[in-house]
């Protein structure tokens, strides 16, 4: 199927999507995707969990999205990536990955509200403002096809379809693959997570490289830790002869005494 093909389908299942979303409305009344309390509409958050959501905004470190203090002019980079910079150019985060949105990202990724892709794509939209402006190819992280038969769906192919429907940009869940099943990172350290996630982790494989040569992409994925996964998956498209890489997650991890109050 070709890329045209794909996106068509897509917005085929989309606009099914918001009729059954409208369908659903009448059979099942919405429920806050935090906590589960009623509320007024469909992917909704009710007062108590939308309050301590952190929305991280500019100033924020131009590689990896790290809020900064200050107002200095122009793109900044945080001390990690002056260090070590990342293998991808661009980073943005919609939200701190923290005590209030950590329920609210597990409850997603482990499928029980998969319906908040739709509410979770916007505010990421809204983050990745720029990137998106300028981008070619929304590229989902893959779950590798065991892991993704279990669950039933991939998070970071849902934000990936959603945010695509929202800004007009093609997506496609068919550039990466992943060679190999990693064991799950959570629990893991920073050393550890890389060691779990090589570079022999993904691949693109042959018949779709033409896609992706010369054009901008941006990868998606629901959270940023340590970076390791999201590296690997920059620097396989990379090789593979992207023009340039860019990361939009949900949340990112952040260090409470950066982020500003
Ligand atoms: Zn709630
Ligand atoms: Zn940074």
């Known amino acids: ?14 606009a099914l999507g918001r009729l059954a979303g409208r369908a659903l409305d009448f059979l099942l009344p919405p429920r806050c995707l935090g906590c589960g309390e ?6 909704g958050l009710c007062a108590a969990c939308w309050a301590p959501l952190r929305f991280l905004r500019p100033p924020w470190c131009e590689r ?3 809020p900064l203090p200050g107002d200095a002019p122009g793109p ?9 910079p990342p293998a991808w150019e661009r980073g943005r985060a919609a939200l701190a990955y923290d005590e209030a949105s950590r ?4 409850r997603f990724k482990h499928a029980e509200r998969p319906e908040a892709a739709a ?20 590229v989902p992280v893959p779950l590798h096809r065991w892991r993704l038969l279990r669950r039933g ?17 093609p997506w496609s869940p068919s550039i990466l693959r992943r060679r190999r099943a990693t064991a799950s990172q959570q629990g893991l350290g920073a050393a550890a997570r890389r060691a779990n996630v090589t570079a022999t982790a993904f691949a693109v494989p042959e018949r779709r490289r033409e896609a992706i040569a010369g054009r901008r992409i941006v990868l998606v994925d629901d959270v940023l830790t340590t970076g390791a996964t999201l590296g690997a998956c920059a620097r396989v498209l990379r090789e593979a002869g992207c023009a340039r890489v860019d990361v939009l997650v949900l949340a990112r991890v952040v260090k409470p005494t950066v982020v500003p109050i």
């Open 1 to 14: 199927m070709s890329l045209a093909d794909r996106v068509r389908l897509d917005a085929t299942s989309a």
């Open 38 to 43: 009623r509320v007024d509409r469909q992917g």
């Open 64 to 66: 990896c999205g790290w």
């Open 76 to 84: 900044q980079l945080c001390p990690a990536c002056q260090g070590r």
């Open 103 to 106: 329920g609210l990202v597990l």
């Open 119 to 138: 509410t979770f794509a916007r505010w990421m939209a809204a983050a990745g403002r720029d990137l998106l402006a300028g981008a070619d190819l929304l």
């Open 153 to 169: 769906y991939n998070q970071a192919g849902l934000l990936a379809r959603e945010i695509a429907r929202l800004e007009g940009v």
